[in-house]
């Protein structure tokens, strides 16, 4: 078994020599100044951005096609609402009981045309997806809910 005082010298000139690079990142990112910045501090990044082992790498297949390669909506940067705070994912399509009127209404269609019955399907599906995902948002929203409750 090998203890330290055993060890070869070429291993405390690397330990030395990781040391001093340890030092020149925390200088050079200025780390022992971390600790006084507000924990409330928040930044958004609105693009996407490839970590530099991929750039240097070449390994990245967004490197010539960007996946989101444009502009943020105007006053992006200053909405503050969260994706939950409404009980529905399209509130414009009214209640649970107005879409369950609209279901109805598609339902007791007839068509012999193909193109309309499609349609009326597509919208069918749509609705019960749209149904689906409000579900999701409740169980989110009741267990941000509990979460928040301890």
């Known amino acids: 078994m090998t203890t330290i005082d055993q060890l070869d010298i070429r291993i405390y000139i690397q330990y030395a020599k990781r040391s001093a690079q340890v030092e020149q990142i925390q200088r050079d990112f200025r780390l022992n100044e971390a600790t006084s910045v507000p924990a409330q501090t928040q930044l958004v990044?609105?693009?996407?951005?490839?970590?530099?082992?991929?750039?240097l790498l070449g390994v990245s297949p967004f490197l010539r096609k960007p996946w989101a390669h444009f502009h943020a909506p105007e006053h992006f940067d200053?909405?503050?609402?969260?994706?939950?705070?409404?009980?529905?994912?399209?509130?414009?399509?009214?209640?649970?009981?107005?879409?369950?009127?609209?279901?109805?209404k598609l339902k007791k269609l007839t068509s012999e045309n193909k193109k309309n019955k499609k349609r009326r399907k597509a919208i069918l599906d749509c609705l019960d997806e749209v149904e689906d995902l409000n579900d999701l948002i409740g169980f989110i929203v009741g267990r941000m809910g509990q979460f928040l409750q301890g």
């Open 45 to 55: 990044d609105l693009y996407p951005k490839l970590t530099e082992l991929e750039l």
């Open 78 to 104: 200053v909405q503050r609402w969260s994706p939950f705070a409404f009980g529905q994912v399209a509130p414009l399509l009214g209640s649970q009981e107005v879409q369950t009127k609209i279901r109805e």
